[in-house]
């Protein structure tokens, strides 16, 4: 049963890493044919989660081979057997702090800033809706519910807010033909033969070591997403209400991209142990009828 279960979450790590990249490649198609400012914000956030959830994978299977130098294959089965826990995340919450002079204030040039957050347990990365705040909304709101399926007790679940200034210009609706052919032709059919491995059962630590993040990810293209508050969770935050959490600011007043955070982020943050809802294990119980003397 374990190891069919193993088997079972490889195929899902492969499936998941064939449709990053791939999502990976449109998202880079879609910034060069972007020509309003909105399809550039969204499609880089498209763009940052992959290569955060392609960052990821590339860090677990880091930790897996060492983990296979260091640990018995029974104390492995113990932890998958009793210790994994299913994590809700959901209804996120993040209160603004605008002055009054800004909040009531209709005239004039007004601040737009657009965020979304970025959520991860270890390799499991969900990402929000992009949402456009101004001094009109007093809380960011992030629907829906987001399910971690393969977190331990120990789990740090990180709420990462990402911002982006509308009134920042963006490169990439001017972008060069260079970069554009270059860009085009980095996703030829030869890029596309090369991922077709994976659907066969390929290994994704040797793809992801041999495909890494291509160098252009890192040039100055779309919109620039900055990363402006954190906060980490655990286990004995889970506690199934809506709660307050601090959150860790990294901006200040100067940037573009900055928000008049209140300093908390409310979300509702439940955790459920695998055996709660599936079988863990399965057989037969033999039982043994004692049998006793009756002396007359």
Not at 106 to 128: H, P, W, Y
Not at 198 to 212: A, E, I, K, M
Request: aromatic share 10%.
């Amino acid at each position: 049963h374990t190891v069919q279960k193993n088997r079972f979450a490889e195929m899902s790590r492969t499936s998941t890493n064939f449709h990053q990249s791939m999502r990976r490649s449109g998202a880079y198609k879609l910034l060069v044919a972007c020509t309003k400012k909105e399809q550039v914000l969204d499609a880089s956030r498209s763009l940052l989660t992959c290569n955060a959830q392609i960052k990821a994978y590339m860090s677990e299977a880091q930790r897996r081979k060492e983990q296979q130098d260091i640990k018995r294959l029974e104390q492995q089965v113990y932890c998958q057997l009793f210790f994994l826990l299913r994590v809700f995340s959901g209804n996120l919450r993040i209160p603004l702090f605008w002055k009054d002079t800004e909040h009531f204030n209709s005239k004039g040039n007004v601040q737009r800033v657009a965020v979304f957050c970025l959520m991860k347990i270890g390799s499991e990365i969900f990402d929000t809706e992009m949402v456009i705040a101004d001094p009109s909304v007093t809380d960011i709101c992030f629907e829906g519910v987001k399910i971690y399926s393969e977190a331990k007790p120990d789990f740090e679940l990180t709420f990462e807010l990402y911002s982006c200034g509308l009134e920042e210009e963006t490169t990439i609706v001017n972008t060069p033909k260079k970069l554009a052919r270059k860009l085009r032709s980095s996703f030829s059919r030869s890029s596309g033969r090369k991922l077709c491995p994976l659907l066969d059962g390929g290994d994704p630590d040797t793809f992801l070591q041999s495909n890494p993040i291509p160098l252009y990810a890192r040039m100055d293209i779309g919109a620039r997403y900055s990363l402006l508050a954190y906060t980490t969770l655990v286990l004995e935050q889970a506690e199934g209400s809506f709660q307050s959490h601090s959150l860790i600011i990294l901006q200040n007043v100067e940037a573009s991209s900055w928000l008049p955070l209140y300093g908390n982020l409310c979300c509702k943050l439940v955790a459920q142990a695998d055996c709660m809802t599936q079988d863990m294990m399965s057989g037969y119980l033999s039982q043994q009828v004692r049998q006793e003397l009756v002396v007359f």
